[in-house]
């Protein structure tokens, strides 16, 4: 079976050879590449035509946001980013990268290696088989159908991974104010995903925030689970959908999962209620979907032309959880064409 050819950029010495011997550590991952800064990445591309590029952002010369948005327009290739706890990994999923890690902070050796060994390999093979993207430089459209006012009856619940970050803030920006309270799982680690709502609320006619228990979910709000150990469910208090948080094992390797999401929504609102899944390697998600669907939720997943990773749609559609397929860009429209007829 050929390998990942992998291309390493990275100014550090000590952590870019950390990151070249525990990658090659792994049978399916060839460091073909490992390279200080962008100019020499820029070589290294054309010399060794990777699969994969690892990225951090903080590089000498050239930043690497800077690199990637030069690069992607001429070179389209899947990047991970390796980043500190920034905002600017947004930035780099905006510009064309499939996927960002947490570099670990004040690690010891050991988690350094645990880390290139096992987190960062999995999101590399993620990366390998991901699309790089056209739909981001897509223009976004006013929905066709506004609804003229959001009934607090009824709830959006979305779900996504790789390549998701991208996507619901494509969706979440044709959103007016007047759609029903929005929820969401992204999968993202702890602290990003604050940032990432923070990031949404600015991007978007809702109001975004990281959910937290007690939130009372209403129309033109939308709310993120919390990255971490917890996960994310619908309850309704006294007429009214609220938010709760528990901390809890993982769900199909995931917490928060899309899955335990959606089975809350299919319990708690049945018939009153849109169902989302977007891009993401896996099928978290699949399950929980088919279970709002037989509650008489209508169902949308994102179809493969415009899916970074063709995963968790696929799974979903192929156990007949999706009513609707739809390419990204007519996501929002179906939603409130759906909506209008409930």
């Not at 993207?133 to 607090?152: Q, R, T, V």
């Not at 990773?309 to 860009?329: C, F, H």
Request: hydrophobic share 45%; aromatic share 6%.
């Amino acid at each position: 079976m050929r390998k990942i050819r992998v291309l390493v950029v990275e100014d550090s010495l000590v952590f870019r050879e950390l990151l070249v011997k525990n990658l090659n550590a792994d049978p399916a991952i060839e460091v073909v590449a490992a390279v200080r800064d962008p100019f020499e990445a820029r070589d290294a591309i054309l010399e060794h035509k990777p699969d994969v590029m690892t990225l951090d952002l903080e590089l000498p010369r050239m930043g690497g946001l800077d690199f990637l948005k030069k690069l992607m327009p001429q070179y389209p290739l899947p990047v991970v980013v390796i980043s500190s706890l920034s905002e600017k990994v947004f930035d780099a999923l905006n510009a064309g990268a499939v996927d960002f890690v947490a570099k670990p902070s004040g690690a010891t050796r050991a988690q350094l290696e645990a880390f290139a060994r096992n987190e960062l390999p999995v999101k590399i093979k993620v990366a390998s088989i991901a699309k790089v993207s056209k739909w981001k430089k897509n223009p976004i459209d006013e929905p066709d159908k506004m609804l003229g006012g959001a009934n607090k009856d009824y709830i959006v619940a979305i779900g996504a991974s790789t390549g998701g970050t991208e996507a619901i803030s494509r969706v979440l920006r044709e959103f007016g104010s007047d759609i029903p309270g929005v929820v969401i799982v992204q999968h993202m680690p702890p602290k990003f995903t604050e940032m990432y709502a923070n990031r949404l609320n600015g991007e978007c006619k809702l109001c975004v925030k990281e959910a937290k228990t007690g939130d009372i979910v209403k129309p033109g709000h939308a709310f993120v689970a919390p990255g971490g150990d917890a996960h994310m469910e619908l309850t309704k208090v006294n007429g009214a959908y609220q938010i709760v948080i528990k901390k809890a094992p993982k769900v199909n390797g995931h917490c928060p999962s899309v899955d335990v999401l959606f089975d809350s929504v299919a319990k708690v609102a049945g018939d009153k209620a849109v169902g989302i899944i977007l891009t993401g390697m896996g099928g978290d998600g699949a399950k929980g979907l088919l279970e709002m669907r037989k509650a008489g939720a209508r169902t949308i997943g994102q179809d493969e032309s415009s899916s970074v990773v063709y995963g968790m749609p696929k799974v979903a559609y192929e156990i007949g959880a999706v009513e609707y397929q739809d390419k990204l860009s007519d996501i929002a429209k179906r939603t409130y064409s759906l909506l209008s007829k409930m």
